[in-house]
Nanobody, 113 residues
Framework: QVRLVESGGGLVQPGGSLRLSCAAS????????VGWYRQPPGKERELVAA???????NYTDSVKGRFTISRDMTKDTVYLQMNSLKPEDTAVYYC???????WGQGTLVTVSE
């Protein structure tokens, strides 16, 4: 079994930045891909960003140019740098790893005055 532990969520003002971290209990290189989903209040979970084993990245349109996904193989950790945050970015952010699919427990990001 693989554990994914997220951290870095919190309350931030619009225009601010946060960096989320996802620490895996085993090497992330074995996974086909890792990334982040989010679930805003009252809405469905959506893919935010992903990175393949080969390093190719993918972002949902609403975060392109503001969010950056990265990884540190030496620490088995995936990051999501979030800049220029907007109230609509408020959500629980979940880390995942494939395959098979593993999920973290989620970390809450709130963007508000």
């Amino acid at each position: 079994q693989v554990r994914l532990v997220e951290s870095g969520g919190g309350l931030v003002q619009p225009g601010g930045s946060l960096r989320l971290s996802c620490a895996a209990s085993r090497s992330i290189f074995v996974f086909n891909g890792v990334g982040w989903y989010r679930q805003p209040p009252g809405k469905e979970r959506e893919l935010v960003a992903a990175i393949t084993r080969g390093g190719r990245t993918n972002y949902t349109d609403s975060v392109k140019g503001r969010f950056t996904i990265s990884r540190d193989m030496t620490k088995d950790t995936v990051y999501l740098q979030m800049n220029s945050l907007k109230p609509e970015d408020t959500a629980v952010y979940y880390c995942y790893a494939d395959s098979p699919r593993y999920w973290g427990q989620g970390t809450l990001v709130t963007v508000s005055e």
